[in-house]
């Protein structure tokens, strides 16, 4: 090694371990801009609380909050879920595509959506998942569903995994605070196939999108549009 190549080097590492210096040393946390109880009715839609599993508790890290309900109207479903995460933000919540197949989904399709509401646009992730279930007959059959999800900050809300990280890194380094994070998932099981007048894949992406609408204005603390 020249000794160019050594000076240099050592003023990389030098530079490196002097940021240890000006980095924030009180790292204040920000509360979540969303409510973390879920209203009993949405518009024509009823809730019932579910708790969430204990392999879920077990899992993520013991300051971590739920509020879940099973929404109904007629014969129609659609699960609600709320996770929020404590001051440790990779032990509490994480993307639904690494926890699904766990549950025996698997996800075929995966893409960035836009949903209108009525303070602006939601930018969430809809994946449409697959499970091989067995019918009370003994024949194999595929069970087939929609989710949307999105995370929610103190001041933003994202789409993705992968931006919600960024802003996290980004303001414990340059603006001393720490997000408190909700991961909001909304779902449904597309019933065409196994009920008479069953919902098909429009009729149930349409229905999880006009409840996202209605439900959306009424758990967000914060004023304005939720957006990136």
């Known amino acids: 090694m020249t000794v160019r190549r050594l000076a240099t080097l050592q003023l990389v590492l030098l530079g490196g371990l002097s940021l240890a210096f000006v980095l924030p040393k009180d790292i204040k946390l920000q ?4 409510e973390l109880t879920l209203p009993e009715f949405v518009g024509d ?3 019932v609380d579910q708790e969430a599993s ?5 899992i993520l890290g013991p300051d971590t909050q739920f509020a879940r309900k ?6 129609d479903e659609i699960f609600v879920s709320i996770v929020v995460s404590g ?8 993307r639904p595509e690494r926890c699904l197949p766990a549950q025996g989904w698997t996800v075929a399709d995966s893409r960035a959506v836009s949903v209108a509401l009525p ?3 939601l930018k969430a992730t809809r994946l449409q998942n697959i499970r091989n279930v067995t019918l009370s007959n003994g024949q194999p059959f595929k069970l087939r569903g929609l989710n949307y999800y999105w995370f929610a900050g103190h001041s933003e809300v994202t ?3 992968f931006k919600r990280t960024w802003i996290d890194i980004r303001d414990r380094v340059l603006k001393g605070r720490n997000q408190q994070w909700a991961y909001v998932t909304i779902g ?3 019933t065409k196939d196994f009920r008479i007048f069953g919902s098909d894949e429009k009729q149930t992406d349409d229905l999880i999108r006009a409840f996202i609408r209605s439900l959306v204005p009424q758990i967000e603390k914060r004023p304005g549009a939720p957006g990136e």
């Open 54 to 58: 204990k392999g879920e508790r077990d």
């Open 31 to 34: 509360p979540v801009g969303i």
């Open 87 to 94: 001051p440790d933000m990779n032990t509490s919540i994480h």
């Open 188 to 190: 449904s099981t597309i």
């Open 119 to 121: 303070s602006g646009t």
């Open 159 to 161: 789409a993705s995994h």
């Open 45 to 47: 839609w009823h809730g």
């Open 70 to 75: 099973v929404y109904a109207k007629g014969t």
